[in-house]
């Protein structure tokens, strides 16, 4: 067996190559960042060919630092969901922008979906919501809105991040894996291959979309020319999905909480399909030789891109690190309040319209309380998810963080405090890439299953609740005050 597993782990705000041995030790990383596009207000979008460039740029380092692609024993591919790619099978050029999961430009045409009836049928068949978040109504504003889709014919090609990767590492190998397609509004949770009323719903067309196949398997291989030899393609998965491997939460009852550009929660159900009753959403964890295990899923779309908007564009801290150290230098928010609805609110209240707001500003308000506040968002819209959760008879008994985000002890400790449970936050914080590089350890026959792959994941730290119940629910009550204020602007 070859000495490494490379994962290509394609984030939103940039792409990354981790290259691991078998014991899930870390060997190398190559990082670089994407250009984030912002045509309009709620628009989102990236360069396809940025995207494929950066990435082959990482992987090359990797495969390098590994001592060639014959040391590579399998890739695994974890990406940002929901964004969505068209492109030319004939010249494999991509025929547009990616359209960015945060990105909220088919508001419209949701609202319109909604109040024709369909949301019930959508709702039934894919444990989704009509919101602009997932792929569908992206593909049809790019049909109705790009007439290069149209010239191309039957040469069009659709797919989500990791389909696009596996494209263009391949040379045309057309797949997307349960875990993605469960998230594009096209695909039922109990289908096999792309639902027709689905499909016949949002206007997509069969033949522009991928196969579906496992989250583990031998799917192909790299073009030769690309590393020197082939490389087998063994593992595929959705971020989210992806982390809650990397967390073991493969059991009912497990939940993990990745922070990162937003908030993503998953508690698996099993092989149970989930259906929420509370607007949460109901996803494929991963498919195994054809079968699959599922998760109850809520998603926030403003966490770590909060504080990014306050470096890049309030000009508040310099680095995201900085935050921590501003938010230990008071004692509280100091009366200030935020509503982080950059691009809308997700779960469970799922209003794309809503916009943030920060509330309580006085003349002795400074830079660290508002930074503070914005650190506290988290905590406050992870509070209505467990609530959520646990109304879906899905409670929370501790909970298993990863991402970015989680690397501030401030944010961990506050979570314990706020949600009052233990926080547990692995001592590698990026679990979505370790959950790529056990499917691809699976996929290539390195390990029997995910199980005999959790040696890969090392230990943990724990956070323990110590806020009184008094400022807890002082907090929280500044919070649903301000959520209900925006809210009823919009009713």
């Not at 596009?37 to 940025?50: C, M, T």
């Not at 430009?105 to 009509?130: D, N, P, Q, S």
């Not at 020197?228 to 993990?256: E, S, W």
Request: glycine letters at 10%; hydrophobic letters at 45%; charged letters at 20%.
């Amino acid at each position: 067996m070859s000495d490494f597993l490379l994962v290509l782990d394609e984030g939103t705000t940039s792409t990354r190559a981790i290259l691991y041995a078998h014991d899930g030790t870390v060997v190398g990383t190559a990082q670089r960042e994407l250009t984030q596009h912002y045509p309009a207000p709620g628009l989102v979008e990236h360069d396809a060919d940025e995207i494929w460039d950066q990435t082959l740029a990482c992987a090359r380092k990797m495969v390098e630092q590994a001592g060639g692609a014959s040391c590579i024993a399998a890739i695994g591919i974890t990406n940002q969901r929901e964004t969505v790619l068209a492109w030319d099978r004939r010249s494999g050029q991509p025929l547009g922008r990616a359209i960015v999961w945060q990105d909220r430009r088919t508001a419209e045409t949701c609202e319109g979906l909604r109040v024709a009836g369909h949301e019930a049928m959508v709702r039934e068949k894919t444990g989704l919501l009509l919101d602009p978040y997932f792929s569908a109504t992206k593909m049809r504003w790019m049909l109705d809105h790009w007439p290069a889709l149209g010239e191309s014919g039957d040469a069009l090609a659709f797919g989500t991040v990791e389909s696009w990767l596996v494209w263009k590492l391949t040379g045309g190998l057309h797949i997307t894996d349960a875990s993605n397609a469960s998230r594009t509004m096209l695909m039922a949770l109990d289908g096999a291959d792309w639902d027709d009323d689905l499909l016949a719903l949002h206007g997509v067309p069969r033949g522009a979309l991928p196969e579906i196949v496992d989250t583990a398997g031998a799917f192909g291989h790299t073009a030769p020319d690309l590393f020197g030899a082939p490389i087998p393609i063994c593992g595929l998965a959705g971020d989210q999905q992806a982390a809650t491997i990397g967390q073991q939460c493969l059991r009912a009852g497990h939940v993990k909480a990745t922070l990162g550009t937003g908030a993503f929660v998953l508690a698996s159900t099993g092989a149970v399909i989930p259906r929420s009753r509370h607007r949460l959403l109901g996803t494929v964890l991963a498919q195994m030789d054809g079968q699959r295990t599922y998760a109850l899923e809520g998603s926030v779309f403003v966490a770590g891109s909060l504080v990014k908007w306050l470096r890049d564009q309030l000009c508040m801290v310099v680095a995201a690190a900085e935050t921590e150290t501003l938010a230990r230098s008071v004692a509280d928010n100091g009366g200030v309040c935020i509503l982080p609805a950059l691009s809308g609110l997700g779960a469970p209240h799922w209003r794309a319209e809503v916009r943030g707001h920060i509330a309580g500003l006085s003349h002795s308000t400074g830079r660290a309380h508002i930074v503070r506040a914005a650190l506290e968002t988290i905590a406050h819209q992870m509070h209505d998810l467990q609530t959520a959760f646990a109304a879906d008879g899905a409670p929370w008994h501790d909970l298993r963080i990863d991402g970015g985000m989680s690397a501030n002890d401030w944010i961990a400790q506050d979570l314990a405090d706020m949600l009052d449970i233990s926080v547990e936050r692995p001592a590698g914080v990026e679990t979505t890439a370790l959950g790529a590089a056990m499917l691809a350890g699976v996929g290539c026959g390195l390990y029997a299953g995910l199980e005999d792959a959790a040696v890969m994941r090392k230990g943990a730290r724990n956070f323990i609740p110590a806020m009184v119940q008094a400022v807890r629910s002082a907090r929280l009550a500044q919070w649903h005050d301000l959520l209900a204020t925006e809210l009823a602007k919009h009713a």
